[in-house]
Nanobody, 116 residues
């Protein structure tokens, strides 16, 4: 079992940048495919970005393509989400998710607020 802890959220003006981190406890982090999701008030949780176990393959929601980049450092048990050109509609709680053998593990989330 893995435990995930996100950090790096905060308040930023539109057009600014933030980098989220998600640190995993436990062993064999490289066996987990990782993803980032977000949930805005009154809305369902939605997919933002995904990254393969090796970090070679990534996928993004259309709404963040070209602005967000996911990466990982398996030696540090960490996955990152670099968010540039932030918009007010990016405001949400951001969660990281790990998946291994069809089982999902979630972090507690970190708040990102983008002011206009």
């Amino acid at each position: 079992q893995v435990q995930l802890v996100e950090s790096g959220g905060g308040l930023v003006q539109a057009g600014g940048s933030l980098r989220l981190s998600c640190v995993a406890s436990g062993r064999i982090f490289s066996m987990y495919a990782m993803g980032w999701f977000r949930q805005a008030p009154g809305k369902e949780r939605e997919f933002v970005a995904g990254i393969s176990r090796s970090g070679v393959s990534t996928a993004y929601a259309d709404s963040v393509k070209g602005r967000f980049t996911s990466s990982r450092d398996n030696a540090k048990n960490t996955v990152y989400l670099q968010m540039n050109s932030l918009k007010p509609e990016d405001t949400a709680v951001y969660y990281c998710k790990g998946r291994k053998f069809a089982r999902d593990y979630w972090g507690q989330g970190t708040q990102v607020t983008v002011s206009s």
